[in-house]
């Protein structure tokens, strides 16, 4: 079964640091763009970064200069440092990687995956 695992999220105040982590299974992730998306209840899903297979990373301008994506491919894992921290910051995130080829009940498919999301919450 392919599927994302997020974890590392919890409770941090302003100007803290957290270390989110995606682990990726069911496939080889290795040439897909991953991605890591926020979202606030009641607010569309923001992109907040990915990474490519060959490791450049983009950032939203919101985030620019605070967070940093990595990735081990050997490892299939995706990491998203989030540094100074920002009460706006707080978000469930989410990772995701688009057209992966994976096993299905119908067969090989290209699917768009998405893991179960972790929450960072940035207070006082």
């Known amino acids: 079964q392919v599927q994302l695992v997020e974890s590392g999220g919890g409770l941090v105040q302003p100007g803290g640091s957290l270390r989110l982590s995606c682990a990726a299974s069911?496939?080889?992730?290795?040439?897909?763009?991953m991605n890591w998306y926020r979202q606030v209840p009641g607010k569309r899903r923001e992109l907040v970064g990915s990474?490519?297979?060959?490791?450049?990373?983009d950032y939203a301008e919101s985030v620019k200069g605070r967070f940093a994506i990595s990735r081990d491919s050997a490892e299939n894992t995706v990491a998203l440092q989030l540094n100074n921290l920002k009460p706006e910051d707080t978000a469930v995130y989410y990772c995701?990687?688009?057209?992966?080829?994976?096993?299905?009940?119908?067969?090989?498919?290209?699917?768009?995956?998405w893991g179960q999301g972790t929450l960072v919450t940035v207070s006082t």
């Open positions: 995701n990687a688009n057209n992966v080829f994976a096993y299905t009940n119908r067969g090989y498919r290209y699917v768009d995956v």
């Open positions: 069911g496939a080889d992730f290795g040439r897909n763009t």
């Open positions: 990474i490519t297979s060959d490791g450049r990373a």
